[in-house]
């Protein structure tokens, strides 16, 4: 039996495997040594990259954004900040579904699950309140 054909806008793990073994995903390079990032056009979703002294033909090219390639290098500070707030938001995310019981639902249909997520989250919001006021009439 035949495995099933992907989606063409599917990600295939194993060939995202084997662009990594390959080296595909690094920056382009030359003689003169790794290209340096110039930026990103996020309406042509490429990067540039150039490089290092100028000295080559074409001295910059566009690489095609994809998930080895994304439009914000990872080794960047802006990516580190990214990653650092997203790791706050889905920490924020597991406490509202364990500690907030958000997780185990006892209501069915769109608009009450919205109410119980709202209701959630103004209690939320009310604790958090109350803890600020009274750490502020305390100082």
């Known amino acids: 039996m035949l495995p099933a054909a992907l989606p063409e806008d599917a990600i295939d793990p194993t060939d995202l ?14 003689d003169h040594g790794d290209w340096t990032f110039a930026g990103a056009d996020f309406k042509r979703k490429a990067t540039k990259w150039r490089c290092p002294t100028g000295e080559c033909a074409p001295a910059s090219t566009w690489v095609k ?17 990214l990653y650092r707030s997203r790791g706050a938001v889905e920490r ?46 305390a100082a």
């Open 65 to 81: 954004a994809d998930r080895l390639h994304p439009l914000i290098p990872r080794e960047s500070e802006r990516s580190r900040k």
């Open 17 to 30: 495997q084997r662009r990594v073994k390959r080296g595909e995903h690094r920056p382009p390079t030359c």
């Open 92 to 137: 924020e995310f597991g406490r509202l579904k364990n500690e907030w019981a958000l997780l185990p639902l006892r209501v069915r249909g769109l608009a009450r699950v919205q109410l119980h997520a709202d209701l959630t989250i103004l209690a939320k919001l009310a604790c958090a309140l109350a803890k600020a006021r009274a750490a502020s009439l």
